[in-house]
């Protein structure tokens, strides 16, 4: 598996990132999840749909609540023909007790704990801490990346406006 060190920061730590991350045009790799039912699920599960992945580390932590929660508040301005797929390496059951307690109804949140196919298919796993590193992508209805942001310093939030943005374009499209 390729490896990138010093890709990101923790901390102002540097931090390897491992698997190759896709670019913008690419097609995305339909990755095996586990949703909070213990069920697998693919990315391609809501093709058709304009895709937002919302990765954090853990969502239990500040900044992840707050980009979850912000994009759960935002998405709804979007309408249904989109969705916002928040991923962790939490497991299914604390993410559905996070999003009990903190009224997410917009988001479906998925875990990448058991095979981590989805970090190493999107680039995305954190060598030394073992969690997927804070990004977003946005993927059109047919498949296709539109949008890249991975996060350079992981305490930081992502840029929301322009994700949305991405997502508002490729809904037009």
Not at 24 to 44: C, I, K, R, W
Request: include cysteine; hydrophobic fraction near 40%.
């Amino acid at each position: 598996m390729a490896e990138h060190p010093g890709a990101v920061t923790f901390k102002d730590n540097p931090i390897t990132l491992q698997g190759e991350t896709p670019e913008v045009g690419a097609s995305a790799t339909n990755a095996a999840l586990t949703a909070g039912d213990m069920s697998e699920v693919n990315v391609d599960n809501w093709k058709g749909k304009v895709r937002i992945l919302n990765v954090v580390p853990s969502l239990d932590t500040p900044v992840c609540d707050v980009q979850t929660r912000t994009f759960n508040q935002r998405a709804s301005e979007l309408g249904d023909d989109a969705l916002v797929l928040t991923v962790s390496r939490d497991l299914p059951f604390a993410q559905n007790r996070w999003c009990g307690a903190a009224g997410i109804e917009r988001v479906a949140v998925l875990s990448d704990y058991k095979e981590r196919a989805f970090g190493n298919a999107y680039g995305l796993g954190m060598k030394e801490l073992g969690l997927l590193a804070r990004s977003v992508f946005v993927i059109d209805r047919g498949g296709v990346i539109r949008y890249r942001e991975i996060v350079a310093e992981q305490t930081d939030e992502p840029d929301y406006d322009a994700a949305l943005s991405a997502a508002e374009t490729a809904l037009k499209g």
